[in-house]
C-alpha cells in the first residue's frame, strides 16, 4: 500500500446516519467503510469485520446496549466502529474497558471524533514512517489512546506489508 492509499475516513458524529438502522444495515455500513482498508491487500480473502452474529454476541455480553425495537443509532454505530478498528489488536474485553474509559472524560459524540481524528492521525505517520507528535497529550486517557491507536496503525501497516 502506498501514501495515495491512505484515504481511510472515519465518518464523523455528525456524518453517522440521523435515523436508526436495522442490523443488516449496520452490518453493510461498518463493512463497507473499513473492509477495504483493514483487509488484506488482495481483495481475494476478504473478512467481514462485522457481522450480524458478531453484533448479537457484543449485545449479549454487554459491550454494545441492546438495539430499541431492532435498530441502532449514532451510539451504537460509533462503538460499532470503534470495536472493529480496536479488535485488530485488542481482545473483546480490553475494548470494553477502553470504551469505559474514554467515556469517563469525555460523552459520546466528542470521545467518538477524537477517536476518529487521532486514529487516522496515527495510520498517516505509520505508512509515511514520521513520528506521530500531539502536543496537547498531556493528560493519561488521550495519551492512552494515542497509545492505543498507534499500536492499531503498526498492526495494520504489518498485515499490509505481508
Request: glycine share 0%; charged share 25%; aromatic share 10%.
Amino acid at each position: 500500500m502506498d501514501k495515495k492509499d491512505l484515504k481511510l475516513h472515519l465518518p464523523r458524529w455528525n456524518e453517522l446516519p440521523n435515523i436508526d438502522l436495522y442490523i443488516d444495515q449496520v452490518v453493510t455500513l461498518i463493512n463497507s467503510t473499513l473492509s477495504p482498508f483493514l483487509n488484506n491487500v488482495n481483495m481475494e480473502d476478504v473478512n467481514l469485520l462485522l457481522t450480524k452474529n458478531m453484533i448479537n454476541n457484543y449485545v449479549k455480553n454487554k459491550i454494545i446496549e441492546p438495539p430499541i425495537k431492532k435498530k441502532y443509532n449514532k451510539n451504537h454505530l460509533s462503538k460499532f466502529f470503534v470495536i472493529c478498528v480496536l479488535k485488530e489488536v485488542y481482545k473483546i474485553n480490553d475494548i470494553k474497558i477502553l470504551i469505559e474509559l474514554a467515556l469517563q472524560s469525555s460523552n459520546i459524540e466528542n470521545a467518538y471524533d477524537n477517536f476518529c481524528k487521532l486514529f487516522e492521525e496515527s495510520l498517516e505517520c505509520v505508512f509515511k514512517k514520521v513520528d506521530f507528535i500531539d502536543k496537547f497529550s498531556t493528560n493519561d486517557n488521550k495519551y492512552l489512546l494515542k497509545s492505543v491507536l498507534l499500536s492499531c496503525a503498526y498492526a495494520i501497516y504489518t498485515k499490509k506489508q505481508i
